[in-house]
């Protein structure tokens, strides 16, 4: 199973670039990775997801490099409201290999003014 | 549109109670997933129904949990003899295909048991 690995926590400032890099030394071919967001007292969001390379949406870059054993979400320009946790989950349930979806531990970002 | 709903939104039982919660997944989803998150961690893993495919059971913690998922629809996960580390936050998603299609989660039920 493909285990995740992320840094605890993280401070940035205002108006500053975030980027948390998440570790998956054991993904899968089949295995995609998404990023969510977790607020207190909520679910988590979806952020944004990718298989290889680079994806961009309107909120966040996700980059995934050829081996694919890590990706790092880059947050550009955070404001106070960017503080949450932040969740790196890979796995793939589609083509049967893996019985578990791996969120990692998240990674607390605490954004100041 | 609706999303994701879970009741109760709080639950408190005592030790060795039986509990049901309950998800109302997004109409037309087929995946359903549940989890649970202890105060100040990740999320865990615990169930996945696909369509009308029996779930994957391999992620419930102990014979004691168990879930349904009623006419592709509603779920249900229950916890019989519950134990004081059951206590947690319990998370229910959905999502239009299965994975790795988005997950859309609901607010979560919290459980204590005294």
């Known amino acids: 199973l493909a285990k995740t690995t992320q840094p605890v926590s993280m401070d940035s400032y205002e108006g500053q670039e975030v980027n948390i890099t998440c570790s998956h030394n054991?993904?899968?071919?089949?295995?995609?990775i998404t990023w969510y967001q977790q607020f207190p007292s909520q679910g988590p969001r979806f952020i944004i997801q990718?298989?290889?390379t680079k994806v961009t949406n309107e909120v966040a870059s996700l980059f995934i490099p050829a081996d694919r054993k890590s990706s790092t979400l880059s947050l550009p320009r955070v404001s106070l409201s960017d503080t949450a946790v932040y969740y790196c989950?890979?796995?793939?349930?589609?083509?049967?290999?893996?019985?578990?979806?791996?969120f990692g531990a998240g990674t607390r970002l605490a954004v100041h003014p | 549109g609706a999303g994701v709903s879970q009741s109760p939104s709080n639950k408190v039982t005592e030790k060795g109670k039986d509990v049901e919660l309950r998800c109302d997944p997004i109409?037309?989803?087929?995946?359903l997933y549940w989890y649970r998150q202890s105060l100040g961690q990740g999320l865990e893993f615990l169930i996945y129904?696909?369509?009308?495919?029996?779930?994957?059971k391999s992620g419930l913690p102990s014979d004691r949990f168990s879930a349904e998922r009623t006419g592709g629809s509603v779920s249900t996960l229950t916890i019989q003899r519950t134990q004081q580390e059951d206590s947690a936050v319990y998370l229910c998603?959905?999502?239009?295909?299965?994975?790795?299609?988005?997950?859309?989660f609901g607010p979560g039920t919290r459980l204590t048991v005294l």
């Open positions: 129904f696909q369509g009308n495919s029996a779930p994957d």
């Open positions: 054991n993904i899968a071919t089949n295995d995609y």
């Open positions: 998603a959905s999502s239009l295909g299965g994975a790795p299609d988005t997950q859309y």
């Open positions: 989950l890979v796995g793939d349930l589609l083509g049967g290999g893996y019985n578990k979806l791996i």
């Open positions: 990718g298989y290889k």
């Open positions: 109409s037309g989803h087929t995946a």
